[in-house]
């Protein structure tokens, strides 16, 4: 009932900038927490940034003054503008929406994560 539809991954040198978009679809009542996580090769997934409703922002202390999370709840869509890339910033990174909808006469609460898409930063 949910798809989250990512975009915007791809080579960058040190230093350069991307911009990450995630776009969700369906049935969608509202999207409390959008949110971007990344995974390295051998590395567990982890949080880079999220963002509520509201436009509370939360940080990886890794990617602080450099990377900006924002979203537009009309489109439900959320956006990671990435500037200053680093090599560890080398990564899949991947979507997630705590999403509300609606189906078949009933609300369900699920988590929901796009395909990845992938980032590399290398010279």
């Known amino acids: 009932q949910v798809q989250l539809v990512e975009s915007g991954g791809g080579l960058v040198q040190p230093g350069g900038s991307l911009r990450l978009s995630c776009a969700a679809s369906?049935?969608?009542?509202?999207?409390?927490?959008m949110g971007w996580y990344r995974q390295a090769p051998g590395k567990q997934r982890e949080l880079v940034a999220d963002?509520?409703?509201?436009?509370?922002?939360n940080y990886t202390d890794s990617v602080k003054g450099r990377f900006t999370i924002s979203r537009d709840n009309a489109k439900n869509t959320v956006y990671l503008q990435m500037n200053s890339l680093k090599p560890e910033d080398t990564a899949v990174y991947y979507c997630?929406?705590?999403?509300?909808?609606?189906?078949?006469?009933?609300?369900?609460?699920?988590?929901?994560w796009g395909q990845g898409t992938q980032v590399t930063v290398s010279s």
């Open positions: 963002i509520t409703k509201g436009g509370s922002t």
């Open positions: 369906g049935s969608i009542f509202s999207i409390y927490v």
């Open positions: 997630n929406a705590d999403v509300t909808y609606y189906h078949v006469g009933f609300y369900y609460r699920n988590d929901y």
